[in-house]
């Protein structure tokens, strides 16, 4: 059983299309995350979930928007894509309580051409 | 705020060699400490973590980490690599007192392990 799984893990679009990357995990927690990793290998957070409510939303552009449909699942939808979003996205949860270490999907390699 | 920052962005090593992977970060409040290693196309995997307690740390992988408080530095190590050691390495802060805090992560460490 995967704890964090996110789907896809390979996404190649056209530039100006919409995707979504979906991501489930199925460890009890109540906080979510999404990362971005650029081509350096630098992790930035991009938001923070916890039950179903944004906590944390940093200076990402407003094409990106994260929906949690419940505390088990934070999607990720990306409209009119651009070659600088090309990256790959990770998921991760936390439990908040225990508030220790997060766990992360396998991630979502997004390239936009 | 915290922030971390990894000495080294690349660490050459033969196998079987000990190897030492610098970490300091910085923050206002007190941290939790851990060490995150990505193999090639993968996604992250806990290494160790320092909650509290003792400040010699042993993660998986034959992987051991010491937290100084006064020099604020989490350094990893390991005795003797493999090749299958190598991969991109991170450090990363998270605060103790807010909960569901945020990994602040530093830039990675490239460790490649030669024959």
């Known amino acids: 059983d995967t704890a964090v799984s996110q789907t896809p893990k390979y996404l190649v679009t056209q530039m100006g299309n919409d995707k979504s990357i979906k991501c489930e995990q199925n460890?009890?927690?109540?906080?979510m995350y999404w990362y971005k990793q650029d081509s350096k290998k630098f992790l930035k957070i991009m938001f923070s979930?916890?039950?179903?409510?944004?906590?944390i939303n940093e200076t990402v552009p407003n094409r990106f928007s994260p929906k949690s449909p419940d505390k088990a699942h934070l999607n990720l939808h990306i409209n009119s894509l651009e070659l600088g979003d090309s990256a790959v996205y990770f998921c991760?949860?936390?439990?908040?309580?225990?508030?220790?270490?997060?766990?992360f999907g396998q991630g979502t390699r997004l390239t936009v051409v | 705020a915290q922030s971390v920052t990894q000495l080294d962005s690349q660490v050459p090593v033969f196998e079987e060699a000990p190897v030492e992977l610098r970490c300091n970060y910085s923050?206002?409040?007190?941290?939790?400490l851990f060490w995150y290693v990505q193999y090639p196309n993968q996604g992250l995997q806990l290494l160790l973590k320092?909650?509290?307690?003792?400040?010699l740390v042993k993660g998986i992988n034959g992987f051991e980490a010491e937290f100084n408080k006064s020099q604020t530095s989490f350094h990893l190590r390991k005795p003797s690599v493999h090749i299958s050691d190598t991969a991109e390495y991170f450090c990363?802060?998270?605060?103790?007192?807010?909960?569901?805090?945020?990994?602040?992560f530093g830039e990675g460490t490239q460790l490649t392990v030669n024959p």
């Open positions: 991760a949860s936390k439990d908040r309580l225990s508030n220790t270490e997060a766990f």
């Open positions: 460890l009890g927690h109540d906080t």
């Open positions: 979930y916890n039950n179903k409510e944004l906590i």
């Open positions: 923050s206002s409040v007190s941290v939790y």
């Open positions: 320092y909650l509290s307690g003792s400040t």
């Open positions: 990363a802060v998270s605060a103790r007192e807010t909960s569901g805090s945020r990994l602040t």
